[in-house]
């Protein structure tokens, strides 16, 4: 089955400790992308990859890092986290370079950073 | 800089009834369209999507339509039934086409 998938589906931490979400498609997309999701904001793009080694900036990339050395993975790293990052996490994949095409959702990763 | 506006942000029919949702986009380089449903717990997922070359495009009770000239492309749900509650997103291309730009999402409420 067609599917990404992201790990934790939840997490409560605390100020200051890394983390890592993971995220995998199983489609052989070269396109990935984080957002956060907040209430009344809609979603805002973190971070993007066109492809394997390539990555870019979204609308609202500070405290995030991204890594992207295999096509398949795209993890999201919060160094030291602090409560403003509290929000639920997207991430999704498509095909092409390019966000011109259908994206594919992962279920989410609601995040509490106390 | 580039922007989606999307109204309304809560919008209650009645079931049987239609439901129509509205977007404005600021480029006009934008040139794909997409529709996402989310439903509680899960991520968003494609219903429909729309390309500048195209003024409509329907799929089953499914509609969308874009005027590239006024810059505005809606969604339209007929005979709507209880499982289309949910919150809906626009979204556009942005000019580099590497982002899409978000609308922040209509939740609709079907009452029986």
């Known amino acids: 089955e067609a599917q990404v998938t992201q790990n934790p589906r939840y997490l409560i931490t605390v100020t200051g400790k890394k983390l890592t979400v993971t995220c995998s498609q199983n489609?052989?997309?070269?396109?990935m992308s984080w957002y956060r999701q907040d209430p009344g904001l809609g979603l805002r793009q973190i971070y993007y990859?066109?492809?394997?080694?390539?990555?870019d900036k979204g609308d609202v990339p500070e405290g995030y890092k991204v890594s992207r050395k295999e096509k398949r993975n795209f993890p999201l790293i919060l160094e030291s986290p602090s409560p403003n990052q509290t929000s639920l996490y997207f991430c999704?994949?498509?095909?092409?370079?390019?966000?011109?095409?259908?994206?594919?959702f992962g279920d989410g990763t609601r995040l509490s950073i106390l | 800089g580039e922007n989606v506006e999307q109204h309304p942000s809560t919008l209650s029919v009645q079931e049987g009834d239609s439901a129509v949702i509205k977007c404005t986009y600021s480029d006009s380089a934008s040139n794909y369209f997409p529709w996402y449903k989310q439903e509680l717990g899960k991520g968003p997922q494609l219903i429909i999507d729309i390309r500048s070359n195209v003024g409509e495009k329907k799929d089953q009770r499914i509609a969308v339509t874009l005027n590239k000239t006024a810059k505005h492309f809606s969604l339209h749900i007929t005979e709507t039934q209880p499982e289309d509650s949910a919150v809906y997103f626009c979204?556009?291309?942005?000019?580099?086409?590497?982002?899409?730009?978000w609308g922040a999402g209509t939740k609709l409420i079907i009452k029986p």
């Open positions: 979204a556009a291309s942005s000019r580099s086409n590497y982002q899409l730009i």
């Open positions: 999704a994949s498509s095909s092409g370079q390019g966000s011109n095409q259908p994206q594919h």
């Open positions: 990859s066109m492809n394997v080694e390539v990555t």
């Open positions: 489609m052989n997309h070269e396109y």
